[in-house]
């Protein structure tokens, strides 16, 4: 086997019991494979993030500022930790940081840090709210979904063909269940206030959810697919348990979408088989999940 002794950076290291970041899950991962004998940086918002004290998947850790604080200061905090860590690859984990990371590709690789990641425009593709146009390259259906700006519009959503329970979504994090009104617009101000608009509702499909996670080279091609069923769910719809598969249909999908989209870089895709064992596509991630 190939020794690969390269220093990657890793982010995400964050791991609230509902909802932990991928971090830690793709630090272990590399740590474990037999070809890796470098280095691993891990990367936080948050002194208190559990995995930057991981020593057996870490050798150091260090903070990043936080997203919303601009490229220019994530620019130069990558500038300081290069100078101090000497990194071969980034590897970013989380939906909010990767906009800024994507931007700044080139500056980064400027440093001689190599990044995977989607063009900008892919990573447009992949937002919740053009979810419909993705399912339909990927050849799968799709609940409805559509972004709102008012909690109005939970009140009046049935005269437009709406039904509970619906899934009121944050752009980017956040998820909530709701059976009536009521509950849709206290989800609505709670995801607003924290995450932002829009936000975004989706038709509920009941069934089981299958996951399967890859890494797209950019050419169309989908790389070491990794399949699971969902067992068990936070409160959140994060996976708490599940089960390694393989599933012809779900590959397909995912595939004929990397294929459309030439993707490139990590990705997840998240599907839900319904009554009728039709998939349905609820959501794609542009990065690695951490169930992986």
Known sequence: MNDIPATVAVTGMNAKPDNPGPGV??????????????????????????????????????????PSTGDEALL???????????????????DAELPGIVRLRPLIEEM????????????????????TELAQLAGIQCP?????TH?????????????????????????KIAYTADEAADAFRHIAAEWGYPVLVQQ?????????????????????EVMMKKMAVTDKGKAWSG?????QALYDASAALVKAIQWRGPLEVEVMRDKHGQYQLIEINPRFPAWI
């Not at 089960?243 to 599933?247: A, G, K, L, P, T």
């Open 112 to 131: 001689g840090i190599k990044v995977f990641l989607p063009t900008p425009e892919q990573l447009r593709l992949r937002n919740k709210d053009r979810l």
């Open 144 to 148: 409805d979904i559509k972004s709102v």
């Open 204 to 224: 509920m499909v009941k069934g089981e959810e299958y996951n399967l996670t890859a890494v797209g080279d950019g050419h169309g091609n989908m790389l070491g």
């Open 76 to 94: 130069n905090a990558l500038k300081i930790l290069n100078e101090r860590e000497n990194i071969d690859v980034l590897i970013p984990c989380l």
């Open 243 to 247: 089960v390694s598969i393989f599933d």
């Open 25 to 66: 899950a793709v630090a272990r991962c590399i740590r474990e494979s037999p070809e890796f004998s470098g280095k691993i940086v891990g990367l936080g918002y948050d002194a208190l993030d559990p995995g930057l004290y991981l020593k057996q998947y870490c050798d150091s850790g260090h903070l990043l500022p936080y």
């Open 151 to 175: 909690a109005g519009f939970f009140y009046k959503c049935q005269d437009e063909g709406w039904s509970y329970p619906l899934v009121v979504k944050g752009l980017f994090y956040d998820a």
